[in-house]
C-alpha cells in the first residue's frame, strides 16, 4: 500500500530528521512522493512520480531546514492507476469558499460505485483522486462552511465510503487536520510540546502509540479539538486466505 505522514504543531517545529526518515521507506514504496507544507504565510506543494531517494528536488528540500506548523507527507505503492505525477499524493483544491483542501490516501477502495462518475473528469486515475473530488463536490453543495459543518461533512464522506473499504486518511482543510484509520496497526501518533505527529510507522525511538481506530480525530495546531463517534468497519486482510475479512471494532 502507502504511507502517511502528518505534524499539526502550535508553534513551528523542524520536521527534517523525521521526513528523512519517512522517505527512506520508498525503497519499499517506489511508485511516487508528495508532501505539502504550510506557515503562516506560504505553502509548499510538491509530487512527483519517482520513488522518493531518486528525487533531486526532495534532496535539496531537505537539506534546507523545514520548520512547520502543518505538514503532509505521501509515499505511494501503487495498487490502482499508472505510476505518474498525476497519482501521486496529495491531492489538492480549492472550494468555494476560498479553502485549500489537502488529502492522502492509504488504502483501497474496492466498493465505491457513487465514486464512478469521477472517472472522467479526474487528471490521474486513482480511487484516491475520486474520493478527493467526491469531498470537494460535497463541500461544494452547502451553503456555510462553518467548523462544525466541514467536520460533519468528512465523518459523512467517510461513513459513505468505509463498509468494504480500507480508509486511512489525512484531510486539511485550510484550518484543521483530520485523521482516520480503519486498519490495526497502521497508524501511528506521538506526542510533543508542541503539537502531535503521525506516520504510518514510527520514525524514532520517541514515544509513539496506535492512533485510535475507526473515529475520525480532528485537530487544530496540535490539539484534538473533535473525536467522532467509532464505526463498525475495521479493515482486516488475512494474507494466508489472500482475502479481506471484517470485525466489529468491539470485537478487537
Known amino acids: 500500500m502507502c504511507e502517511l505522514y502528518a505534524v499539526t504543531a502550535k508553534r513551528k517545529i523542524t520536521v527534517n530528521d523525521t521526513l528523512k526518515t519517512f522517505y527512506s521507506h520508498s525503497e519499499e514504496h517506489k511508485n511516487g512522493w508528495g508532501i505539502y507544507l504550510k506557515d503562516d504565510t506560504s505553502e509548499i506543494i510538491v509530487k512527483e512520480y519517482l520513488k ?17 506548523k502543518l505538514c503532509i507527507g505521501h509515499i505511494r505503492s501503487a ?63 452547502l451553503d456555510v462552511a462553518e467548523p462544525e459543518d466541514r467536520m460533519r461533512l468528512i465523518e459523512d464522506v467517510i461513513a459513505k465510503v468505509v463498509p468494504g473499504n480500507k480508509v486511512n486518511l489525512m484531510i486539511y482543510d485550510g484550518e484543521f487536520l483530520s485523521v482516520h484509520k480503519n486498519e490495526p496497526g497502521t497508524l501511528h501518533a506521538k506526542t510533543t510540546e508542541d503539537g502531535i505527529m503521525f506516520s504510518t510507522h514510527p520514525l524514532d525511538d ?20 473533535y473525536e467522532g463517534r467509532r464505526h463498525d468497519y475495521t479493515y482486516i486482510y488475512d494474507p494466508e486466505e489472500m482475502k479481506v475479512v471484517y470485525m466489529a471494532y468491539a470485537g478487537l
Open 79 to 141: 495498487t490502482i492507476g499508472e505510476v505518474s505525477d498525476n497519482n501521486a499524493h496529495p491531492f489538492t483544491g480549492i472550494d468555494k469558499f476560498g479553502r485549500q483542501w489537502v488529502l492522502c490516501h492509504n488504502g483501497t477502495l474496492f466498493d465505491a460505485p457513487e465514486f464512478d462518475k469521477y472517472h472522467y473528469i479526474q487528471e490521474g486515475s486513482t480511487d484516491s483522486e475520486r474520493l478527493f473530488l467526491y469531498l470537494l463536490e460535497r463541500m461544494n453543495g
Open 206 to 225: 520517541g514515544h509513539w502509540v496506535e492512533v485510535p481506530p475507526n473515529c475520525l480525530q480532528v485537530y487544530r495546531e496540535g490539539e484534538l479539538v
Open 52 to 68: 522518493a531517494s531518486d528525487s533531486l528536488y526532495l534532496k535539496a528540500l531537505l537539506e534546507q531546514e523545514l520548520s512547520t
